[in-house]
């Protein structure tokens, strides 16, 4: 257990602290912003239109060919928008100061074009599995891109990492979430939410993408909506203040010294480093998770679901997590002293400023709302790879697996759980990284046409 534990130190430090996927998840951003001719730009009046034109909570059921527009952008939301759109967010405040919520702007915006690669990427190469149902995803583009057995092992490289580190490791710190969050706000036995969690998943996973699109469809607008005017009745609360915070977020971007970064011995560099890996963890631009969904859109063209695809990171990062960000800066809460108050027990403090006791309530539900629809997804996002890996069969057994490990999730807190998620979570970027720009032409010639 120790000899694991230092690999997978030692790994994550390279990946992550050494900032090597930071520079080639943005690296990866700009390439695409430049070669779509900055698409997120031009395009975004159109997706915005498309966005809202499809919006349909009671949709056509999905099934062997597909899922619609919508299903797909919230299935794909429904990964995005997680616990890390509350905790993420929190973290990256106190870590990086206020500025860090400049530099995920920064990073969702060159993310919007690496997403809109993907997407496309999905839709050109989905394809029919065994039993005749449409499927894609990041396997079918890496083959694609890198013929004979390199692609081969690229693509179940890929595979193997994103199962394990969304299907297995990731739902097991959702289900965390959830369990820490009521027990929290009602005083729940971990355990008994956790059992209830993973009920409520098994009845979801077992009646296939008929039914996680039918939940996604419902579930996600009404949670962002929820989230949403909840923190808006507390920046009117906090309305003297959030001019203030939204100075210090700009201030703080190139001059974290000038509000309390002194106090905290912070730099650009924390900034930067926080926010664009809080960031990107958040929209999962590039991560090769939210092709799945996509792929699977009924569209007339691949362009088409790559232009609703920008839209998911847009309402991620610049609606869902920026008001968290403004919640926070304007409530008072962000204290520059060593020991302050962190992650999630920052954000509810926030909430708690202005909603009183009920803040934790808040929170706790919207912690349920957020963690359990990117359970639904991510557990989709694995399952997808098991059919292409091991065959239709395997499905039964895989969801099993996984609703265990989110009831097991839901009473542990090992710390080589939560390191081995983040480890996978890198190690998938790289097959999908190298495969999107090696396809980079196909992607440019939608914009092109």
């Known amino acids: 257990m120790e000899l694991l534990n230092k690999i997978v130190g030692v790994i994550n430090g390279v990946l992550w602290d050494k900032n090597l996927l930071l520079f ?21 009046r159109e997706g915005w239109k498309r966005l809202f034109g499809s919006i349909n909570l009671r949709g056509e059921k999905a099934g062997a060919h597909g899922m619609s527009s919508f299903q797909a952008l919230t299935t794909a939301i429904a990964a995005q928008v997680g616990t890390g759109n509350i905790t993420g967010c929190a973290t990256a405040l106190y870590s990086g100061g206020p500025g860090a919520i400049f530099w995920m702007w920064v990073s969702a915006f060159f993310g919007m074009a690496t997403i809109y690669s993907e997407a496309v990427l999905a839709q050109t190469y989905k394809t029919r599995d065994a039993q005749g149902h449409a499927t894609g995803g990041p396997i079918y583009y890496i083959k694609a ?3 004979g057995k390199p692609g081969q092992f690229l693509a179940a490289f890929f595979s193997v990492a994103i199962i394990l580190a969304l299907g297995f490791m990731g739902n097991m710190v959702q289900s965390n979430s959830i369990g820490d969050a009521f027990h929290t706000a009602f005083g729940l036995p971990k355990w008994a939410v956790g059992a209830s969690v ?3 998943a098994a009845f979801i996973f ?7 699109a039918s939940f996604t469809e419902k579930i996600v607008p009404v949670m962002a909506c929820f989230y949403v005017a909840g923190c808006i009745v507390i920046l009117f609360i906090n309305h003297a203040a959030v001019l203030g915070a939204l100075k210090s977020i700009f201030v703080c971007a190139f001059n974290p010294q000038a509000v309390f970064g002194g106090a905290l011995g912070l730099g650009v560099k924390e900034a930067m480093r926080f926010g664009v890996a809080r960031g990107l963890f958040s929209n999962e631009a590039g991560m090769g998770s939210t ?5 699977l ?3 007339e063209k691949p362009e088409d679901q790559g232009i609703v695809a920008m839209m998911g990171v847009f309402i991620d990062t610049f609606i869902v997590l920026t008001m968290t960000a403004l919640v926070i800066l304007s409530s008072g809460v962000l204290e520059p002293v ?7 027990p920052l954000a509810q403090a926030a909430f708690n400023q202005a ?6 309530v808040f929170v706790a539900i919207c912690m349920l709302f957020f963690a359990f629809s990117t359970i639904i997804s991510w557990y989709f996002f694995g399952e997808s790879n098991m059919k292409a890996l091991f065959g239709p069969k395997s499905v039964k057994a895989y969801a099993v697996i996984v609703v265990l490990f989110i009831f097991a999730g839901s009473m542990l807190h090992v710390d080589l759980v939560w390191d081995m998620s983040d480890m996978f979570n890198g190690l998938m970027v790289i097959p999908n990284l190298l495969a999107l720009l090696a396809l980079s032409g196909v992607a440019a010639k939608t914009i092109k046409k």
Not at 37 to 44: C, G, N, T, Y
Not at 291 to 295: F, G, M, N, S, V
Not at 355 to 360: A, D, L, W, Y
């Open 291 to 295: 092709p799945h969904a996509h792929a």
């Open 145 to 147: 891109a890198f013929h």
């Open 355 to 360: 909603f009183g006791s009920f803040g934790n």
């Open 297 to 299: 859109a009924n569209v």
């Open 198 to 200: 993973a009920l409520i």
């Open 24 to 44: 080639l998840l943005v690296g990866t951003g700009v390439f695409f912003s430049f070669r779509l001719k900055f698409v997120q730009v031009r395009k975004f």
């Open 338 to 344: 060593t020991g302050a108050l962190k992650g999630t």
């Open 206 to 212: 077992l009646g296939g993408v008929k039914r996680i």
